[in-house]
């Protein structure tokens, strides 16, 4: 039995961790559908998709014949 509540006071410990380092802008509501859902940018250093290479085309051997 006292197992189960270590467990939970670490659990609770976790959990108060997490929200603690979120601050403002952590948002506890849920899934967000449509025009409630909000879209943030991509960071600065990630590369654009415009820079990854472009898919081969397939070739003629591998087509059905």
Partial sequence: MWK???GFAV???IALYVIGKGGD???MSGEKHGA???H???AKDAAPAAT???AAPA???SAAK
Avoid: H, K
């Fill in 4 to 6: 189960i509540a270590v």
């Fill in 11 to 13: 659990f609770a410990a």
């Fill in 25 to 27: 802008s952590l948002d």
């Fill in 36 to 38: 409630d859902a909000v």
């Fill in 40 to 42: 943030v940018e991509p």
């Fill in 52 to 54: 990854a290479p472009a």
């Fill in 59 to 61: 070739s003629d051997a």
